[in-house]
Structures are given as C-alpha cells and as structure tokens.
C-alpha cells in the first residue's frame, strides 16, 4: 500500500535546501549591514563588508580554478583573513585546510601534499618555517602573503619575508563581489578539513561537512547562550577545529568577532572592557592566565563573560579564581572528529549551593551529548555492550551523530576503524555516572598499568591539584620491572610556592590508594601544544630518559 | 576526476542520523528528568516522567497498529495529552493531526476521512461536536476520550459525554515506557498534519517532515531568546500550526511547559507570576486582553516577559501598554506552510531611541527570515522577478527553505501551484523595503481595488488604530457601481468611548487619501478564528448584505 505521506510530496527548491552556514551570514550581512562584525588592532569590519569581503576572496579564488573539492590551505592567526576564509571557501565549494600555526616544516609539507592543496595563505608571521615546508612537497599551491597592518607593536618577532606571489589584500581586489555564490550541492559536501595532531604516524585529514557546520552553529549558539550581536574574544585558535565552528556560528546571532593574535592577559582584559566582550573559550590554561595576570594586567568590567573550556577538567582553585573575577565556566568535551566540543556539562541549578570541591567535582564531568550530537555512550569496544551507569566501570566513549566527521580524508581504513560498529570510537576511556553524565578517566594510551591495575592517570592528577602549591602537573607511567609500570608526576609549581617530592607524595596518600600514588616527582616545565593541551607523549619519553 | 571529499566518506549510522525533535526530547529527559516539564492546573510532570508518558503513549499505539504513515486525529487543548501526542505518535512513526477546536461537525468529518484517520483522542470539552462529526465520517477511527482531572471549575460549559471506547490514561496505562522507539527512518519522513482554515473550498493538508520540525526548534529557541529551564505559557493553541513548533521547541532548552485551557486574563498574570513564566505567543487579541485586564486580574511580576506576537502587526497603543505592563514584544510572522513563524522582526538598538509611533512602525514591518529560512523575497509571481527594495513595488511575498512545507496531502495539483518556480507562493501581498525589511501590504485576495487603484486594507485599519477610541477594525471592500469596489469599515469601539461615522472618517482623510477613506463604517462585533485572526470573507459576506 502507498503511503500518502511519502507519494507526490518530494524535496523541491522551494522545500529543501542544503544546510549550510553560509547562509546565516548571508543573513547576518542583510540584516545588520551596520554592525560591527569583526574588531582587529585598529580595523572595524561591519557585517555588509564581511559579507563583500567574503563574496571578493570566494570570486577571486573561483576565477583562479578553485572549485568543487579543491583544497585552500590557511597558516594564519585569528585574524579576519581567517574568518573571511571560513566563508569565502566554501562559497567557490571548494574546502578550507587549516594548519596548525605551531606545526613543523615536515608536517606542513605532509598535510599540503595530502590535501592535494590549491593555494596557500600564509600569514607573515609563519612565513619562514612555511617557506620550508615548501621546499618539500610535491605540490605547488598559489602562495599568497597575508601582510597584517595590525600585527602588533609588542610582537615576539617581526614579520617574515614575502614568500608569494601576491598578497592577500591584492587576492581579494581581484574578486567582485557580485560573485554569484551557490548553496552547495548536497549539504554532505566537505567544507573544511582539518589534520589531527596524532602522536604516532602520519596526521589524519578530518572532513567536515556543512550539514554539521550549519548544525554546530545552532548547537554552539544555544548550549553557549549567544543572543543578538554578543562579542566573542578570539583566544581559541581558529585553526583548531575551525576554533570550534564559531567562525560560522557567531553568524547566526550576527556577533562581534574580536580577534586577538597572541594570548596575553593584557590583551584579553583590553578587550573584554573595551569591547564588551561576553564569550571566549579555550583550554584551562587561559584560564589560569586570566587569573594570575598582574593586577596591572587587569581592567574592570560589568558583564558576565562567559568562559568554555575544553581539554581538561577545571581544577577547583581556577573555577573558584575564575568566578572571583566574573567568569562564568561552562566544560565541554569534544574531539577534532566531532567539529570541536559536542558534549557539555549541563549545569544543574541546585549544584550552586554545594560546597566548592563538591561543586568541582559535578563541573569536572564532561556531562551530556550537545542538542546537535543524537548519540553520547561508553562501551566495551570488543563487545559493543554499553558499560552500567555506575560511575566506576570503564569503557571507551563513542559518539553518533551529525557532528561526526564524514571520516578520514584518503584513509578508509582509518575511517572504516573509527566506525566500527555504527559508532565513532574515540580512543577516549570514561565511566557514565549513575545520573548519565559522562565523566573521562583517560586516553586508552594515558592508562597506567601497575601491577596488573589501572591507575588513571587523570585521578592522580586531580590528587596533585588539590595541593595548594601546585600550578600545572601531568602523570604519566614509567617502565618498571617489579610492577611494570608506577605513576611519575611532572610538575610546575606556582610562583613563589614551594613544595618537596616527599610532600607531593604524602599529599597524595591522604587521597589515593596507595599504589596510585607518583613514585617519583619531577619539577619542570610541562610540554604544551599550541592549544594548551599538555603531550603527555613527551613526558612518556622523558620518563624513559630519566 | 574522481574528488577525494567525496570518495570513501559517505554516511553511515556514526556520522549520520535523521534530524527529529523527539531526540531533544530524549536528552532533556536524561538531562534534567527532575525538572519540571509541565504544568497543568494541579498536575506537575517532570521530564522523565513526560518522556516516559510519552514512550508509553506510542507503544499503546503501536501495540493498536499505528506505524509509519498512520494518522492520529487529535481534538485537544492546550493540555499534557497534547504535549505527549507531539511526541509520542512520531515515535510510532505515525503522523498527528491536530484539529482546530472550533471547528464544525461537517469539517472536522472531511479532515478525518481525507486524512483517513485510525485514532481520534477527544477532549471532553469537544465530544458533542465531535460525536456529530463521526455520524459523517467513512473512516471509523478508535476514539479515546480525554477526561481532563483539572478541567477547571470556571469551566464555562459543563465536560461533555464519553464518546469513545476508553479512556486517555487507559491508552497510555496499555504501553511500555521500555518501548523501543526509532528515529525516522528518514528525517523528510512526515511528523504532523494541519489543514489550512480555507476560506473557499475544501482545506488543505499541510504536512510537516521531522528535519523542519527539528530546525524550527532550534530557531524558535535562538529567536524567542529561550534558555535552560525557561517557562512558556500555552496561549497559542497548539493545534495551530503544532503551536509553531513550540512544543517541541521547548524540549531543545528542557524549559516548562504551562498549560492554559482557557486564554483569560486572571489566569495568565497568575501563571506570569506563580510559574515565572518568561515567554509566551499569540495574537494581538491576546496582549489587548494582558493590558485591558481590570486591574483584580492583574499580578505583578519582576521578570521581564517576551511577547511573541503574529497574525497582525501590533498596534502601537498596544505595544507602549505592553511595554509599560513589563512585556517585549517580538514581532513574527508566517503560515501554516512555513511551520508557523519563519520571519521576525529584527531589532536594532537604535531604533529604541525613535519616537513612539516611529517605533510602532519600525514594529509593524514583518522583518527578515528566521535563521532557518533559506530564502525569503517578494516578486511578480507572473514574471518571477523580485521587486526593487523601494518600500512601494508590491509583490507577493516567497518562502524558500527547510521551513516550508512538504506539500498538501493527497493534492498534487495545488502543491505544484504552490511551488511553482521553486518558490512557496503564499498569497500574501507586500513590499521590501530599503534596508531589506519585508512589510505585509495584505492577502492578494484582500486588496479592495476601487477606481482601478490598489487599496492596501492593512493601510486603512492602520489609520483607524490611531483613533484614540478604536480597539479594533477591520476593512474590506464592498461593491459599487462607479468605482468598483469602495472600502467599508466595520469598527470596534474601546469600553466607554464613542466616536462617530463622520469622526472616524474625517480622522482617515487627514492620514490618507481620499480615495483610500472608508465610505460606511459598521460598528459592529468583528468575527475571529479561534487563533485571533479576522475573518474578513464574513465581513465581506456582511457588506453585501448591507
């Protein structure tokens, strides 16, 4: 029997379009012409020039053959460049790469001979070790100069030389921005590719798609409560998972961009007081930043600014900091395969009225699927059984959705793996509290096996933490042959604290097992990526080293 | 040459999943299930019992035969079932008919035979007229009776009979909450049905699809401004147009659902000030009731309050009293077709600095596509051409996008008409004006054309609302032997104000042209659709009778 519901009442043009963020700042630019889109240095970029803009880079890189699936290559900070080209790209159908400004000479090569990259648009900051890079690949993309008028007065080195054969400014004046952009033609198509920065072996080309920018942007506006024309300060790199799609995101409520070239404390505080800036986001370490700034860093402002972090559980002396001076901290969770954070510790009203290390301990879960991920569950990858919701029994966190990644770039079998099973494996270990919130316990590699038990490194960590001495610390395991592995704690202390190893120790044994306790604890300074996660792969090799 | 973006990368159960809002449902349910959902006179459902009542309402359909493509008749108001129906019969896999309250027994028949409904759940209150309905129906749906344990006491007329062969809670107490509800096994899978009010003819079915269900809840929430746990008080009725899309809207923030059988002024202030209601929807009708309560009804309330209103641009004595009574009010609107509201009026804070009227007419503009909207223009539908942005050109108003309708059910023919040229034409006449703003101008079948000029009925009504003495009016035109068609007002004077034909008309001809002026006005009660609209075809019956 037919079913009348499905017979004669198709997609047409008039019913169904691709969903794409294009659209919303095409929205944006008709609505609010006027208003302030982007603030860098100097410059003050309204919305109808963003979108003019936008249209001039996209017909500029058309007229020179970008296309459908070609690859645009970016080495730029946050800068308006960069959030042009988060628009500009898409709008030929071809595909933005960003590179992780902090990335050697060899990956950079890596990723543009991977990507099969078109053009490069290289901000002069980065031109030396780009310049590098290119001496090694096999292809050779259109190099264009990005020569930033604001580079900043207090930078940590002048710009580089002219790598390209044209400047930015001069690709833009190119274009025209009566440039007939076209919705694409399938919202599945790639919009952006970003590279994992895995430690072991080649890098992995993570594909999104505009289905899952377009609904990153409602979910990211929603879970981080951006209203109409709120101001959103730029410490996330942007190459970072599109710096959580919020280039494309701030559209939808046509919000303030403040970019912001270095992380300084100065800076963040000028812009949240001059700008009014009320979201920003980034790792626990701007955070810290933030907080134990010189009080001649610091400037006074009225707003609640709203702060989400990612890559770490708060520590409770940051979360404790951070509301003293009018932040308000929300924890996500998310890896570069699902677009950035698409989990978010959902924060219950009535945990505002217990104590501080218990209030801690509820916003160091990472918490609920977004509104945009359908699937959020810990499972015993070999059985695909969802482990009890009891807090304590281990498995690794798998997410389903459409803010999953298409897959892996060239690399099915490591998509097929990733896959498995109808689910995306994160390689991330985790318990589901009884009330359904995910908490992390570790990276499946992070595990520290001693004698036959798992010790979390993540546990002793947060011992560590509770010491009020210590700033930064990362637990790692060390080859041992009575148990073969025992815990070793790197650590930083806080300016002008001090603490002993046997101190550190015992501090740990009045909250740990005994056996999860650091064996040994080493004072130094704590490798970092660019996006201030802690490599814990280094500290493994330093550890074989010590 | 094969594309690399699209090689290898398809979909597949981790990265794709059909967009639905009854996953928002389910995440709000595990979220916050302590939170409270609904409220209805003395009953209080939380989230997890709501999700619960819900699985077990489709499982008893199901259990009954309901599968996908099946329709559930539904004659309820503003109540809990009608909440759990928005949910529970798309878990089915079936499809919800909501019928109008206030319809008659002929078509309430026709809508349930084209529909070719299998269960019709009936609110007692509607038994009498529904029990007529099913004397003409060929279909013999299951009739469920709901008998409402808080109907009301002030209840104007008396419950009705049981009409049906059980009881609402005996249904639901049939299922499991344990049901294995599915997503859709695609997300253009239809989810609600709702026939058009057509003035002429028989209505028209207009089907939803779970992707414009699940969009609409994520805009509704930006556009509305809702945040976690707001609270929504139920003065729309949601079988309109499913209520805009509210109730599934809400799921998205986990807010509170307050229910309201009867739309009365007491009940309202109470709910604003008990349940702390935030946000509410409805007709202009419904704001002259806030602000023209008699001051016993009225409560305070510090919270402010958004006011989203449709259906007919606010007059501006109504929004200076609603502003003063400590309401917003947003401007919206749309059609059945477009799932409700898919146009608001976008503020700009420079515009609070204008003078009243000023304002008011900034607030009378329809304003610019919902962010879910792809398209939105108004054209020559002959040429298809858009109109220039001179304020002037009329044109009829166009709707593309993921918003609009899938079509009319079992009617290809006015479906096709309806998206001729890869557009919605909906029959609304109006203007773009220079900053892109789209102003209604009236329904093309609403224009009076007196002398071979164009008379904008809007306009005219527009100039009787500046009467001090006028609390509503409405305009059509009457046959005239010289000119055609000649405009006739039929007015509703404020309590205890008087004004005459003379007065009245004499006001429009220092606002308007002569030709424009109404040559009779009636005082006269103005007929309404139950949601508040006017019926101006019984106006323009009434002017050939006088």
Known sequence: MTNPYETDLDRNAANYQPLTPIAFLERAAMTFPDHLAIVHGAQRITYGAFWRRSLRLASALARRGIGKGDTVSVMLSNTPPMLE?????????????????????????????????????????????????????TVKPLVVDFDDPDYGEDAPHPKGERIGSLDYEALVAEGSEDFAWQMPDDEWNAIALNYTSGTTGNP????????????????NTIHAGLRQHSAY?????????????????LAVTASTHVCLRWVRARAMYDAIADHGVTHLCGAPIVMSTLINAPDADKRDFSQ????????????????????????????????TETYGPSVVNEWHGEWDSLDSSARTAKKARQGVRYAGLEGLTVMDPETMTPVPHDGQTMGEVMFRGNIVMKGYLKNRKASDEAFAGGWFHSGDLGVIHPDGYLQLKDRSKDIIISGGENISSIEVEDALYKHPSVAACAVVGQADEK???????????????????????EHCRTLLARFKCPRTVVFAEIPKTSTGKIQKFRLRDMAKGG
């Open 483 to 505: 148990w073969g592995e025992t815990p070793v704690a790197y650590v930083e202390l806080k300016p002008g604290r001090r603490a002993s190893e046997e101190e550190l120790v």
């Open 304 to 335: 609640t600014v709203t702060f989400n972090t990612a890559a770490a559980p708060p520590p409770e002396a940051v979360l404790s900091g951070m509301a003293d001076a009018g932040f308000a901290v929300t924890h996500l969770y998310g890896l």
């Open 204 to 219: 992995k080309g993570v594909v999104y798609h505009h289905r899952g920018a377009a609904l990153m942007a409602y979910t």
């Open 233 to 249: 300060l730029w410490t996330l790199p942007m190459f970072h998972c599109n710096g959580w799609c919020f280039p494309w995101t």
């Open 85 to 137: 080209a988060h628009f500009g790209v898409p709008m030929t159908r071809g595909v933005l790469h960003s590179l992780n400004t902090r990335l050697d000479a060899a990956i950079i090569a890596f990723q543009l001979d991977h990507a099969d990259s078109k053009v490069l648009i290289v901000d002069r900051e980065f031109s030396a070790v780009v310049q590098d890079a290119l001496k090694l690949t």
